[in-house]
């Protein structure tokens, strides 16, 4: 579904609001510390001074210009990302949309016009005009229906994970998990990155091995996004640590205690990966009244306080068994203590990359792997981005995750039969670029963009 245009103001640029709304824009002022992400646009008084989260939507810089030439701009990134077809183009050279003559500025005539010359975004247009036509102005409710609808997606979203995702192998709106799979199941918790975004949740990635369950990272929201998918915390084990960025580790005291407490919680964790003793002795120190509290109503200690087995790397390679699953981990480069997984059992296996750039080890620790799930971040296209913006965001990447070539290269260096190409979402995939890539490079196993909620099997 195609979805609407919106275009964020940051105060008090109320004039230039006015004239997009004219324009037919649905259009909201915000706080510098807005959610930026549910727009197109954004305009902004300064680039400058905006932290790395503000980077998701197209950013347009007031920098003392007038109003006209800054909805000017507006449009053309608009057009760019493909979000209105030939709109500006079609308003400048003369064809009387209404954009010189600010007679024709009203919504429904701007919409209109536009929805004549623009068939590729019919769809939306015609929303955009019966929207504009039905509620007026009335800016706070339009705001409210649109958080609204936004919700709405969200559950959607989650309960057609339960049935669609699983590759055709389940079928109706039944968890993937009331089934055991014959050997490996890989499933992308959270396919997101670090920034916030609705759609894509932070980093989490489940690996699961008959019925017993390894959940590799645990970014925010993988509690809540692995209960809905059908399997609560209670039911997961082992939990292994790429590395302690946030984005990896930021739902880590809700899956730990959540899964823990009560009758049926967990009376036993496993706990592997660099920087996990440090993780640990932090949280049961801070939750130490809590814990106590939540075992003194009943709830063994174990699982939480003891029978808890750490795994602490501090070496160049780890190796370990958990559950008949061999594991080992080996350290890959990127900007904080990171390594990679490999999972082994009765001749499968599943690899998980963690965030990392190039590294020539990846190749042959991940060799002939089944599933090779592989840190994305750089496959997105930074094009919707102001210029200046997309490239220091690409330098300034690149020296922590891989670009789309060198995780070709890796990927041909495995001869992984599945790649899963996940951490992704700061713009869009040009996946008929990164399919290019990967052939050149001479990959020959399937690409596969990770969603959340999305059954890999081998
Ligand atoms: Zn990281
Ligand atoms: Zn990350």
New binding site residues.
């Given amino acids: 579904m195609l979805q609407m245009v919106k275009v964020a103001v940051e105060y008090p640029f109320t004039d230039i609001r006015q004239a997009l709304q004219k324009k037919g824009y649905q259009t909201d002022m915000v706080e510098m510390e807005a959610d930026a992400s549910i727009y197109d646009v954004i305009v902004v008084r300064n680039l400058n001074a905006l932290s790395a989260s503000f980077i998701k939507g197209s950013l347009v810089e007031t920098g003392g210009r007038s109003v006209k030439e800054v909805v000017m701009e507006v449009e053309e990134r608009l057009q760019r990302a493909g979000k209105i077809a030939g709109r500006a183009n079609a308003e400048r050279s003369g064809t009387g949309a209404g954009f010189k003559s600010g007679m024709l500025a009203g919504a429904a005539a701007g919409a209109l016009a536009a929805l004549m010359m623009a068939p590729k975004s019919g769809e939306e247009l015609q929303r955009l005009l019966k929207e504009k036509i039905s509620t007026g102005d009335s800016e706070g409710e339009d705001s409210l229906n649109r958080i609204k609808e936004k919700a709405a997606q969200v559950k959607d979203k989650a309960m057609e994970m339960k049935g669609k995702k699983s590759m055709g192998q389940e079928k109706g709106n039944q968890s993937i998990f009331e089934t055991v799979p014959d050997g490996f199941r890989v499933v992308t918790v959270g396919s997101g990155n ?1 920034l916030t975004e609705i759609g894509r949740n932070s980093p989490s990635t489940l690996v699961q091995f008959k019925d017993k369950y390894f959940l590799v990272d645990c970014g925010a929201d993988t509690t809540s996004t692995l209960f809905e998918l059908g399997l609560p915390a209670n039911k997961i084990n082992n939990m292994l640590f790429t ?1 302690q ?1 946030v ?2 580790n930021g739902d880590f005291w809700t899956f730990f205690i959540d899964g823990w407490q009560g009758s049926g919680g967990r009376r036993l964790l496993n706990l592997a990966g660099p920087q996990v003793q440090e993780l640990y002795d932090a949280t049961v120190n801070f939750f130490k009244k809590d814990l106590e509290y939540r075992a003194g109503l009943g709830t063994s200690k174990d699982g939480a306080l003891t029978n808890v087995h750490i795994t602490d790397f501090t070496e160049e390679k780890h190796s370990l068994e958990l559950d008949g699953v061999k594991i080992t981990a080996i350290p890959v480069p ?3 203590p ?1 390594y990679a997984f490999r999972f082994d059992a009765e001749g499968q296996s599943a690899v998980v990359s ?2 990392l750039t190039y590294t020539a080890d990846l190749g042959p620790f991940a060799k002939d792997t089944d599933i090779l799930v592989l840190d994305g971040m750089m496959t997105s296209d930074f094009s919707g981005l102001p210029e200046e913006k997309a490239e220091n965001l690409e330098k300034g990447l690149e020296n ?1 995750h891989a670009v789309t070539e060198d995780l070709a290269r890796m990927a041909a260096e495995s001869a992984a039969g599945k790649v899963v190409l996940t951490h992704l979402g700061l713009g869009k995939i040009d996946v008929k670029r990164v399919t290019k890539e990967f052939s050149s490079a001479g990959f020959k196993g399937d690409i596969i963009i990770a969603e959340d909620g999305l059954a890999i099997y081998p």
């Fill in positions: 670090p590395h960025h984005d990896h990127h900007s904080a990171t963690g965030d922590s």
